[in-house]
C-alpha cells in the first residue's frame, strides 16, 4: 500500500521553499556557517579516518541488555538474558568469528561503534540467514522483536541541490520522517500507512519546533 505523504516547513525567515512561513529567528553567526561555507568536500577526508573494529560479542550483548531492562518486567528480562547467554556461547560465537574474519577481507568498510548494538547483532542474524542456519532463539525472542519495532524512523540529506526528499516508514504502525535544515527553513516530509494519524504528529512536530525556538530567543514555553 502505497504511503500517505504531507509536507509541512518551518522558514526562519525570507526564503523560496515549501511550506507556510512560521516566523523569522534572529541572525547569528557560528560553527553551523562555517560549516555550511567550506570549500572542503565533505568526503574530502574519509580515506584518512581511522577504521572502527567489530566490537566483542560480550561487549555487544551486554549493551543490548542494558537497553532491554528498562522495557521489560523481571522474568522477561530472565529469559530474555537466558537467550543471550545461550546466542554468546553457542551458535553466535561463531558467527561472530565469521563476522571477523569477512571485516579482514573488506578493508574499505568500518564498523561504527559506542553504545549501540543493533547493526552488530543484525549482522550476525543475516550470516546465519546467508548461511543457511536456522534463526537463533535470541532473535525469536519477543523483547528482540519490540526493541527492533521502531516507530520512528529518520534521516535527513542537507543539500542546495534538494529541495526536499522522504521515505516510507519501516514498520506498519510508524512513521517515516525525512527532515532538513537549511539556512532559513526547516521542512520535513512525513509519510504513514492508514491508520496513523500523519497530521496530528505534524502538529506535534510543530508545537515542538515552536517551544525550540522560543527558548531561544528566551521566551516562555506555551503549555
Known sequence: MVARLLLRA???GPAVGPGPLCRPLSAGSG?????????????????????????????????????????LDDGQFRKTEQFCKSFENGIGKQLHEQLVAQDK???????????GFDRHLFA??????AKGIALPELYLD?????????????????????????????????????????????GCNVSSYPGRNVR?????????????????EGKCIKT
Open 124 to 129: 550476525l542474524r543475516y550470516l546465519a540467514a
Open 31 to 71: 560553527s553551523g556557517e562555517y560549516l555550511q561555507r567550506s570549500i572542503v568536500p565533505t568526503m574530502h577526508y574519509q580515506d584518512s579516518l581511522p577504521r572502527l573494529p567489530i566490537p566483542k560479542l560480550e561487549d555487544t550483548i551486554k549493551r543490548y541488555l542494558r537497553a532491554q531492562k528498562p522495557l
Open 10 to 12: 518551518w522558514l526562519r
Open 200 to 216: 496530528e504528529f505534524l502538529q506535534c512536530v510543530e508545537k515542538a519546533l515552536e517551544d525550540i525556538f522560543d527558548a531561544i
Open 105 to 115: 577481507q573488506n578493508k574499505h568498510t568500518s564498523y561504527i561503534s559506542g553504545q
Open 142 to 186: 519477543p523483547a528482540y522483536g519490540q526493541i527492533n519495532h521502531n516507530i520512528l524512523s529518520t534521516s535527513t540529506l542537507n543539500s542546495p541541490a534538494v529541495n526536499i526528499g522522504g521515505f516510507a516508514p519501516v514498520v506498519p504502525d510508524g512513521f517515516g520522517i525525512g527532515y532538513a535544515i537549511h539556512d532559513n527553513w526547516i
